[in-house]
């Protein structure tokens, strides 16, 4: 084992840049991906919310990194997280891209070492009310690295788990999608109207909690839902919530109340723990009986757009209003429509929901070998990757 810079295993270190926003030719039809600290989560990126023009790279400080680039978040709640180009990309200047000189380190590596070391990543962020990294400070992280072979192969057994992940996020997406499909030739055909009001057993925000580092309880915020999904990263552990109606349950459908940019965002609770809740920036909407909730459900997750446009108060102070959310109608089906519907859509919401739970359980695995694996704790020549591929294939 050897002790190393991050800047001495790197052929470049760079931050990227942001073309100026009201410039529509720097965006508008752009194909160059773009990323956002955002989307930078602990994972592989293989592809980007935003895009940018040739003309917007030419006009700003961002520049193309390679696959396999490195990227560590900089700037505020997401400092210290990290994640791997799967495709060559650009960013904006929060992200650090660290290219890596293959002769010297595994890329894959090297994201798994800093994604161990998050917390101490995160510690060395400086600044006033937002706390800041920076390109200087990453550059003299140190790394241990062992044999450029074990690298490769400790990179390769963690990487299995994770493709497996991704492979069940891929195949859920596109469950989901199917789901949406059903949803949007019903609702061509519903005649009725009925409001929200009317749908649902629960329709509230989340409390204010007492937070807690060590309660036994999460409360979700607006920043766990992004893309129809509940990403528990963010969260936030609490001793006890102010009311147990509002822990939880299957069906719940979470719609993000409060901010510019996270307005609107639902998920639906499909694998939950009878331990979460949610603060008061989501709203929970809870289905008044079972066979409404794959409905509701494909119903909200077609109605961001319509939600974001209800937002009420100023720039930065925006909210979605709970009496008008109540008091919104929906087409409703009559009722063999509405069973017809339920029947063919809960096998793939029981698929989505067996696959998360699948990822669970690869994701406690990956996570508890990851620090034995990154101190020698346990030898990688005694582990059986072919071995492990057929447990996943057999899962």
């Keep these: 084992m050897e002790c190393k810079t991050l800047s001495d295993i790197c052929l470049r270190i760079c931050s990227g840049g942001t073309p100026k926003r009201s ?134 057994y963690l990487a299995v788990l ?23 030739e019903l609702s061509r055909q519903s005649s009725s109207k009925r409001t929200l009001q009317d749908c649902t057993s629960l329709l509230c925000r989340g409390g204010a909690p007492k937070y807690c580092e060590k309660g036994k309880f999460h409360a979700l915020n607006q920043r766990c839902i992004r893309n129809h999904k509940i990403d528990d990263a963010n969260a936030r552990r609490i001793e006890n919530p102010r009311s147990r109606e509002k822990l939880l349950r299957y069906g719940d459908i979470l719609i993000c109340s409060t901010g510019t940019g996270t307005l609107g965002r639902s998920a639906q609770v499909l694998c939950h723990d009878e331990r979460v809740t949610v603060d008061s920036h989501v709203t929970i909407v809870r289905p008044a009986y079972e066979a409404l909730v794959e409905y509701l459900g494909c119903w909200a997750l077609s109605s961001e757009d319509q939600f974001e446009s209800m937002a009420k ?33 809960k096998p793939l919401f029981e698929a989505i929901q067996s696959n998360v739970r699948e990822n669970q359980s690869l994701e406690c695995l ?28 057999e899962s």
């Design 23 to 156: 410039c529509r030719e720097y965006y508008d039809g752009g194909t160059i991906p773009w990323l956002n600290t955002a989307e930078v989560n602990f994972n592989r990126i293989r592809s980007t919310a935003s895009h940018i023009t040739e003309q917007g790279l030419d006009n700003s400080s961002t520049r193309w990194v390679p696959k396999d680039t490195v990227i560590v978040a900089m700037y505020g709640a997401t400092a210290g997280r990290v994640a791997i180009a799967g495709i060559p990309l650009t960013t904006n200047q929060a992200c650090c891209n660290l290219v890596i000189d293959c002769a010297l380190a595994d890329p894959k590596y090297v994201y798994y070492w800093l994604k161990n070391r998050h917390c101490e990543i995160a510690g060395l962020a400086n600044g006033g009310a937002q706390q800041n990294l920076s390109v200087r400070v990453l550059k003299e992280v140190e790394i241990v690295l062992p044999a450029l072979s074990v690298q490769h192969a400790v990179a390769d």
């Design 162 to 184: 994770d493709e497996k992940i991704e492979l069940n996020s891929r195949i859920n997406d596109h469950l989901l999608e199917m789901a949406l499909s059903e949803y949007k």
């Design 313 to 345: 108060g100023s720039t930065g102070q925006t909210e979605l209003p709970r009496t008008e959310l109540a008091e919104l109608e929906i087409g409703f089906p009559d009722a063999a429509s509405l069973n017809d519907f339920s029947g063919k859509t």
């Design 366 to 393: 990956r996570d508890a070998l990851l620090p034995k694996l990154m101190s020698g704790e346990i030898d990688v020549s005694r582990i059986g990757l072919r071995q492990l591929n057929g447990h996943l294939s």
